[in-house]
């Protein structure tokens, strides 16, 4: 290849000098862009890991709520049966007196 001629190299040297320093700007700015998106993206993950720590212990809370209806059933089912029986009781001595 033939050797630029040096008039011609030291015409485009500073314009590319200049090219490269802007070229270096743009890096620095992308690296910092670049850093402040995983800045934002940590803190939006550490949001949703509170948030599903939340939910579950809400969850949690339903569950045992929903544990100690089903433990209520049985008791309110005996209940109506006694209360059922009271009634016929009742009947059968108000006719009876």
């Known amino acids: 290849m033939e050797k630029i001629?040096?008039?011609?190299?030291?015409?485009?040297?500073?314009?590319l000098n200049?090219?490269?320093?802007?070229?270096?700007?743009?890096?620095?700015?992308?690296?910092?862009?670049?850093?402040?998106?995983?800045?934002?993206?940590?803190a939006v993950e550490k949001e949703i890991a509170s948030l599903r720590?939340?939910?579950?212990?809400?969850f949690e809370i339903v569950d045992t709520r929903f544990d100690s209806l089903e433990a209520r059933i049985p008791v309110m089912e005996k209940m109506a049966e006694i209360e059922v029986r009271?009634?016929?009781?009742?009947?059968?001595?108000?006719?009876h007196a």
Do not use: F, H, Q, Y
């Open 53 to 58: 720590t939340e939910m579950l212990a809400k």
């Open 86 to 95: 009271l009634t016929e009781l009742e009947k059968k001595l108000s006719v």
């Open 18 to 42: 200049e090219i490269v320093g802007e070229i270096k700007a743009l890096e620095a700015k992308i690296e910092s862009v670049d850093n402040k998106v995983d800045v934002r993206i940590d």
């Open 5 to 15: 001629p040096t008039w011609i190299e030291r015409m485009l040297r500073p314009k």
